[in-house]
């Protein structure tokens, strides 16, 4: 299989996904496919002509029958967040259109790697594994790799430390239910408990800060995307070429901490067939009771849609 990658919705989640995977050579071919065809058409065109600046990647606009050949399918098309609109707003919206979306994916391409980028993405993971339970660990949702990267830069920035030495993770929905895991946060292999100037307030601010960064980006340019298309384009390197990353991404959960039935954020060990395999993370009782607050919230949410 090649290292091809399809892209469907050509917006600027979408676009900004390929101009990442671009610039990092990271994949031999991209194809774009979005319900507006000459949309789809000049971003291939302008992002093909940034392909002499940075290295050989293949970018074409196409159709369905181009992800044959593909070993990774990112959704990132419909509608997206307005001003003041929860993520689960927009739940009736993209459900009909990834009822639509997803079985042309597997329909074309029984054995690609489905990453849902759009929201709510807890929401609509969940609806693709039920539309296709078989492939349950080869479908997952971007989920908090947004989130936490906030969180992890946040907490560089207070504590002056390069967010790459953080490990810090918000697991839970992608959205107002999410929780941060302070108890297993470090920095280096140091318990994060151990920073004094990381004040139960300081952590309140950091974790709302990040919590609410769709909300305040929004306001002011009515989209988020550069941060995403740089984790959607980890994601897929990570799974192009078998890295066996770490991501808190959104997945089936198979009991753990009592979940079933319900796509949210855990970190999981990601390769070529997508979930390789489950961690055994260990949280407090608080965190424990938070979590499975918000697998309610998502249940509900799932309960109203069926
Ligand atoms: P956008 O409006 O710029 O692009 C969406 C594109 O989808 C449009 O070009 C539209 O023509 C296309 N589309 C609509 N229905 C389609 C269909 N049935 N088939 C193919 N294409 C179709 O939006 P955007 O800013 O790129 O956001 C895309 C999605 O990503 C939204 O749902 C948004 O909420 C989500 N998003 C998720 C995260 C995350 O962390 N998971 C972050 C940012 C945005």
Same mark, same amino acid.
């Given at each position: 299989?090649?290292?091809?990658?399809?892209?469907?919705?050509?917006?600027?989640?979408?676009?900004?996904?390929?101009?990442?995977?671009?610039?990092?050579?990271?994949?031999?071919?991209?194809?774009?496919?979005?319900?507006?065809?000459?949309?789809?058409?000049?971003?291939?065109?302008?992002?093909?002509?940034?392909?002499? =600046?940075?290295?050989?990647?293949?970018?074409?606009?196409?159709?369905?029958?181009?992800?044959?050949?593909?070993?990774?399918?990112?959704?990132?098309?419909?509608?997206?967040?307005?001003?003041?609109?929860?993520?689960?707003?927009?739940?009736?919206?993209?459900?009909? *259109?990834?009822?639509?979306?997803?079985?042309?994916? =597997?329909?074309?391409?029984?054995?690609?790697?489905?990453?849902?980028?759009?929201?709510?993405?807890?929401?609509?993971?969940?609806?693709?594994?039920?539309? =296709?339970?078989?492939?349950?660990?080869?479908?997952?949702?971007?989920?908090? *790799?947004?989130?936490?990267?906030?969180?992890?830069?946040?907490?560089?920035?207070?504590?002056?430390?390069?967010?790459?030495? *953080?490990?810090?993770?918000?697991?839970?929905?992608?959205?107002?239910?999410?929780?941060?895991?302070?108890?297993?946060?470090?920095?280096?292999?140091?318990?994060?408990?151990?920073?004094?100037?990381?004040?139960?307030?300081?952590?309140?601010?950091?974790?709302?800060?990040?919590?609410?960064?769709?909300?305040?980006?929004?306001?002011?340019?009515?989209?988020?995307?550069?941060?995403?298309?740089?984790?959607?384009?980890?994601? *897929?390197?990570?799974?192009? =070429?078998?890295?066996?990353?770490?991501?808190?991404?959104?997945?089936?959960?198979?009991?753990?901490?009592?979940?079933?039935?319900?796509?949210?954020?855990?970190?999981?060990?990601?390769?070529?067939?997508?979930?390789?395999?489950?961690?055994?993370?260990?949280?407090?009782?608080?965190?424990?009771?938070?979590?499975?607050?918000?697998?309610?919230?998502?249940?509900?949410?799932?309960?109203?849609?069926?």
């Amino acid at each position: 299989m090649k290292n091809k990658v399809a892209i469907i919705g050509a917006g600027m989640v979408g676009s900004t996904t390929a101009y990442s995977l671009i610039t990092q050579n990271t994949a031999e071919e991209i194809v774009l496919l979005d319900a507006n065809s000459a949309l789809a058409q000049s971003q291939a065109m302008d992002l093909q002509h940034s392909v002499p =600046f940075a290295g050989f990647t293949k970018v074409q606009a196409g159709t369905y029958q181009d992800l044959k050949d593909c070993a990774i399918v990112v959704i990132a098309c419909g509608a997206k967040q307005k001003p003041g609109e929860t993520r689960l707003d927009l739940v009736k919206k993209n459900s009909a *259109i990834m009822k639509d979306v997803v079985p042309k994916v =597997f329909q074309a391409n029984a054995h690609a790697v489905l990453i849902m980028v759009s929201n709510p993405v807890d929401i609509l993971t969940h609806q693709a594994i039920s539309l =296709f339970p078989k492939k349950r660990d080869q479908i997952l949702g971007s989920g908090t *790799i947004l989130d936490s990267a906030r969180f992890r830069f946040l907490l560089g920035q207070h504590l002056k430390i390069n967010p790459q030495s *953080i490990h810090a993770y918000i697991v839970g929905e992608h959205g107002d239910s999410e929780l941060p895991l302070w108890s297993t946060a470090t920095v280096g292999n140091i318990p994060i408990a151990r920073f004094r100037s990381l004040t139960s307030g300081v952590k309140r601010t950091i974790f709302e800060k990040a919590k609410n960064a769709a909300y305040a980006i929004i306001e002011g340019k009515q989209a988020t995307y550069y941060a995403i298309a740089s984790g959607v384009a980890e994601l *897929i390197e990570t799974i192009l =070429f078998d890295r066996r990353t770490v991501w808190p991404v959104s997945h089936l959960m198979d009991g753990e901490f009592g979940l079933h039935d319900v796509a949210l954020s855990l970190p999981v060990v990601l390769g070529r067939q997508g979930i390789v395999e489950r961690l055994p993370v260990g949280i407090n009782a608080t965190e424990k009771k938070q979590l499975k607050q918000s697998a309610a919230k998502l249940r509900k949410v799932i309960q109203a849609l069926r």
